[in-house]
């Protein structure tokens, strides 16, 4: 942009580059930079502190005159691109953060380029997410009645599945009065293994953390049915509403996989709607044998999951899936004179995903999932994850042969959980040795495991969703795990 004088603006000022051949080279260099960063990533270590001098530029105010572009990409090269948290390397397994791919870089840079908003026109982006969700609907062998929405993320997804749950259980009324007046409180049922995110959306739906029941796990910390039934029946006697149950596809300590089928069952038989967060393990029904673990998520009223954990998606894209259209679009549908659609123009698009979520202007998440689906097909993927599921296990085996480690829990899916025993010290020391130990493999840039709790004691996490990882990481792993172990407590 021209610097301008604050005098009458008399000429056409505009945000496009005065000189386009600049841009095409910033372009071009930033492309290779990032195509570069990724054959590269290896080599590079997992994670490093931004330094002092990129977070000085990082403690800046806002520039009243612009630095023009070949400053902004040279910043951006040298002060951003080297300091990400490091899901891109194939040691990273902290969290559950997928790795991305080239073929989502590209979209979305197609996405961005076009200047797209997703869902709410009669354009291509918005064909693109139907198709999209269509596919999700037959992988997930959803009904035809079923209508769907990219969504930022899993949380996202959970949130809307339970709004559309709250309300179709307790009726229209709900809409316009909010839960005033509502005879008996509204109680929703999960385990106590359940995501962060399933807190969240009680707190934002009005619904209460406290009406949340955490229901006790199994020794494979998979929802106790007994234990749940019992629970519904006490709320029963109190008055209390029951509403729904949320069933995990996947816990994200362990990767549990609860009994879908028996929770559909219980939510059938108790009239409440069935809520599947499967952030963690739905999108692995790509692969034939993972997906025989899921079973009794198609029977799901509403299915949160995410393509940007185990399919590798470049942040951010989730989903969530409803079983009932209708269901759906009356919990979103308001009215709004200036978003009426016409039958023929640009507005012409009578199924607009702000029927179908909270968001009005949208980006389009929707077309890396589709051209990463669409360069490798379903089955290579499903057996990337299948290979993460392989590993997983390798891993496993490798901690038993290892008499100063030990695996902390069943590892169903693609987590594992698992702890160094130290060889002097006592096992109240344990603790603070592997808290010491995780900062070390990750502050030395080795491997990014992140850790949680189970049974009170601090474990090492690892979450495979990684397509990068290979056999012999796993190695190295372990290795350096025992290394650091020793060598902590040597200095203790
Ligand atoms: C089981 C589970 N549900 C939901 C979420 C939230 O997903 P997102 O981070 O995509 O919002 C996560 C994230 O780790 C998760 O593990």
Redesign the pocket.
């Known amino acids: 942009m021209r610097h301008t004088s604050p005098s009458p603006i008399t000429e056409n000022l505009t945000l496009d580059p005065q000189d386009w051949s600049t841009m095409r080279r910033l372009a071009h260099q930033a492309l290779d930079e990032m195509l570069d960063f990724q054959t590269d990533v290896r080599n590079r270590p997992v994670w490093r502190e931004v330094p002092e001098a990129s977070l000085d530029l990082m403690a800046q105010a806002a520039p009243r005159a612009g630095l023009g572009s070949e400053q902004v990409v040279a910043d951006m090269l040298q002060h951003v691109v080297p300091y990400p948290s490091g899901h891109a390397h194939p040691r990273f397994w902290g969290?559950?953060c997928g790795t991305g791919t080239p073929i989502g870089m590209v979209a979305d840079m197609l996405a961005a380029g076009v200047n797209a908003s997703s869902g709410a026109f009669n354009d291509a982006p918005s064909r693109i997410e139907a198709q999209l969700i269509g596919w999700m609907r037959d992988l997930f062998d959803f009904p035809e009645t079923t209508s769907g929405i990219v969504?930022?993320?899993?949380?996202?997804?959970?949130m809307i599945g339970l709004a559309v749950g709250r309300d179709a259980i307790i009726g229209e009324p709900l809409r316009q009065r909010g839960l005033t007046g509502l005879s008996g409180t509204p109680v929703v049922y999960t385990s106590d293994q359940?995501?962060?995110?399933?807190d969240k959306a009680m707190m934002l739906l009005g619904l209460g953390t406290d009406n949340l029941r955490k229901v006790g796990t199994d020794d494979q910390y998979r929802i106790d049915l007994d234990a749940l039934r019992a629970a519904i029946e006490a709320d029963r006697r109190r008055g209390l509403r029951p509403l729904a149950i949320v069933g995990?596809a996947?816990?994200?300590n362990t990767g549990a996989l609860d009994d879908l089928t028996g929770l559909a069952e219980i939510a059938r038989h108790e009239g409440l709607w069935f809520h599947v967060?499967?952030?963690?393990g739905a999108i692995a029904a790509m692969s034939p044998k993972i997906r025989k673990k899921l079973r009794g998520m198609e029977r799901a009223d509403s299915l949160?999951f995410?393509f940007?954990?185990w399919l590798y998606v470049p942040y951010?894209a989730?989903c969530v899936l409803i079983r009932n259209s209708k269901l759906h679009r009356q919990s979103f549908s308001v009215a709004a004179t200036y978003l009426e659609t016409p039958p023929r123009g640009i507005a012409a698009q009578p199924d607009s995903t702000y029927l179908r979520g909270p968001q009005l202007s949208r980006g389009f998440k929707a077309l890396k999932v589709w051209a990463q689906i669409r360069e490798y097909g379903m089955d290579a993927l499903g057996r990337i994850q299948e290979q993460n599921v392989a590993q997983v296990q390798y891993l496993s085996q490798l901690i038993q042969a290892e008499p100063r480690l030990e695996q902390s829990a069943p590892s169903p899916l693609n987590i594992l959980c698992f702890r160094y025993l130290p060889e002097h010290l006592g096992a109240d020391q344990t603790d603070a040795i592997n808290y010491e130990l995780l900062m070390r493999l990750q502050e030395r840039g080795i491997a990014a495991p992140s850790s949680t709790r189970l049974n009170g004691q601090f474990v090492l996490r690892v979450a495979n969703t990684n397509h990068r990882t290979r056999f012999e990481d796993f190695a190295l792993l372990v290795a350096e795990t025992v290394r650091l172990g020793r060598e902590i407590e040597a200095g203790l």
């Open positions: 969290w559950v969504t930022s993320g899993g949380s996202v997804a959970n359940v995501h962060s995110s399933v995990n996947g816990t994200v967060d499967g952030a963690i949160a995410d940007h954990k951010e989730g």
